[in-house]
């Protein structure tokens, strides 16, 4: 029977994890488990940097961004014996489990930590939106509404001076950020992982679209893929169009959650909970087809998730 929970946000933050926490720690308290709050993330669990949380502590932050209890990216953790160390730790404070709030990596953190005997939950949470076994991750929305209100700022001032402009967006190896926001910014040209073109058709379709009369253009990129700098270099020289590159950078993991951000958020910590105690674990949590669901951790690292799906790629190949 599991009477104390440990939380704790790991990797990169993302805005929804202070209401990710509220949701475990108010569940777990209404349900007659001593919760406890793990500063740090994994680095955290093996410094021993834990503390005991109660309604008070989380009574003022689902409005707000990042995460209170601080995140860190611990690579030693990979080690057996730091996670020995770590799980020694929970033991001493009598932890039965634990819930994890993060990314893919925070969810290798869990998984080894299930093998090793440990009751063990994860919650997606990452702007990139790019783990399997969910529809969306915590975040994904408030950075979505953040690129695209910097976009339409920067579209007012390409239009101005009759520019092309490179917007850079977050998302590592994903490009669903990148493809639903050149969708909502009404953007002329997007390039992701999944359909990355060569930097010689770029400029073929930009020069289509100047001879067309067409006077600014938005290109919208995933990091990763170009030095945009130097990509803005390239097309204006073969254009003789003047082009500027923005990279949004850490901006888009930050602000106060969107609703639908804070919503998930709650209904995924409160079942968190609620399948720990009730014996499972090695689990992570997702939403589909707007319904909160349970799958193994270990089956959702070995695969890849498809987000830029083919109703999106048509839809915007038809608008960019």
């Not at 007659?32 to 410094?47: A, D, H, T, V």
């Not at 079942?271 to 949590?285: E, F, P």
Request: some cysteine.
């Amino acid at each position: 029977m599991i009477k104390k929970i440990g939380v704790l946000t790991s990797g990169g933050d993302a805005p929804g994890m202070n209401a990710a926490i509220r949701g475990v720690v108010i569940t777990g308290i209404k349900l007659g488990i001593e919760m406890f709050g793990i500063k740090n993330g994994f680095l955290g669990l093996y410094e021993n940097r834990i503390q005991k949380l109660n309604v008070l502590n989380v009574s003022n932050i689902i409005n707000k961004g990042g995460t209170f209890l601080g995140t860190s990216r611990f690579p030693k953790f990979k080690k057996k014996v730091n996670r020995i160390i770590a799980i020694k730790n929970l033991q001493k404070k009598n932890i039965d489990a634990l819930v994890v709030i993060g990314g893919d990596g925070s969810y290798v953190g869990a998984q080894k930590l299930s093998s090793m005997g440990l009751s063990c939950v994860s919650i997606p949470s990452t702007i990139d939106n790019d783990i399997v076994g969910t529809d969306y991750t915590i975040g994904y929305y408030t950075a979505l509404e953040t690129i695209v209100k910097s976009i339409d700022k920067i579209r007012d001032t390409s239009y101005s001076h009759n520019r092309i402009a490179i917007v850079e967006i977050m998302g590592r190896k994903c490009g669903h950020l990148t493809l639903l926001s050149s969708i909502a910014a009404g953007c002329e040209f997007l390039i992701i992982p999944e359909t990355k073109i060569e930097k010689e058709k770029i400029v073929i379709n930009i020069m289509k679209k100047l001879n067309k009369n067409k006077k600014s253009f938005i290109i919208v990129i995933t990091e990763n893929l170009y030095n945009v700098k130097n990509l803005a270099k390239y097309i204006e020289k073969k254009t003789k169009k003047e082009t500027r590159a923005t990279i949004l950078g850490h901006v888009q993991r930050g602000g106060s959650p969107v609703v639908y951000d804070r919503v998930l958020a709650t209904r995924m910590s409160s079942y968190a909970v609620k399948i720990l105690i009730h014996g499972w674990s090695g689990r992570c949590i997702g939403i589909r087809n707007e319904k909160i669901v349970h799958s193994d951790i270990e089956k959702s690292l070995n695969k890849r998730k498809k987000n830029s799906t083919q109703y999106w790629l048509n839809l915007s190949k038809k608008l960019c």
